[in-house]
């Protein structure tokens, strides 16, 4: 593992793309990179589950939280589940439920009220 776990966790619930992206690139160069972004918590909490999270907890969240996934997708697979059976794709969806809309035959963002 990095030193930076830690750090890295925290750049990713706050959807911190450039310093996750930089403590990731510290993680390539000792080959250890897939296990760090699979790597779960006692809850089976990935850093993706983590990422998908944050995209609940903030309105401007959609294009860090987009850049974040993408960041993440590189080396990490949606569909490990936590320990409740969620995988990080699960919690994505229900982070955008309810957040579009289909209005005349075309699906637009619902603003926060």
């Known amino acids: 593992m990095i030193s930076h776990q830690a750090d890295l966790l925290a750049a990713v ?10 403590m ?4 390539s160069t000792s080959g250890q990179l897939s296990d760090i972004v699979n790597a779960a918590d ?9 990422c998908s999270a944050a ?3 903030s309105d401007d969240a959609q294009l860090r939280g987009d850049q974040m996934i993408a960041l993440l997708l590189r080396h990490g697979s949606p569909l490990t589940p ?13 982070a955008v439920a309810g957040a579009f809309s289909i209005v005349g035959g075309s699906t637009v963002w619902n603003e926060a009220t």
């Open 13 to 22: 619930r706050a959807l911190d793309v450039a310093a996750a992206e930089r």
């Open 24 to 27: 990731l690139d510290i993680a």
């Open 42 to 50: 006692e809850d089976g909490q990935t850093l993706l589950h983590e």
């Open 55 to 57: 995209l609940r907890s």
């Open 82 to 94: 936590n320990r409740l059976g969620e995988s990080a794709l699960t919690l994505a969806a229900r």
